[in-house]
């Protein structure tokens, strides 16, 4: 799975988020519903951008058997604004700055 966000300081450059394994995904456009949906802002940080997250309602109800089958589960959260990306997998995220042209830097 591959994620690209732009980055609002500079129009030519991209960060790319990878997983090199299976992932559960939600996009949400409205990033308030995912960052309060849990009832806390703790380890929120000003323009920060990727967060490892617990005990989240979004990665509970899926399934026992697929966490099991993954070797365990993490929770990753892509915050842009106005954009939320949720990430269930078990791979850690790979993250790339590239330019808007696709060049790695």
């Known amino acids: 799975m ?28 409205e990033t308030a519903l995912s960052t309060e949906e849990d009832g806390t802002t703790e380890g929120l940080v000003p323009y920060n951008f990727a967060y490892e997250v617990e ?4 990665a509970a109800p ?25 990430v269930l997998s078990a791979a850690w995220p790979s993250l790339t700055l590239m330019t808007s042209a696709g060049e790695q830097r």
């Open 2 to 29: 591959e994620a690209d966000f732009s980055l609002t300081i500079a129009n030519d450059l991209i960060i790319r988020v990878s997983f090199d394994r299976p992932c559960i995904v939600r996009l949400l456009d």
């Open 62 to 86: 899926h399934s026992t058997a697929w966490k099991v089958m993954q070797g365990g589960m993490r929770h990753f959260l892509f915050v842009t604004d106005p954009t939320c990306l949720d």
């Open 55 to 58: 005990g989240s309602r979004f």
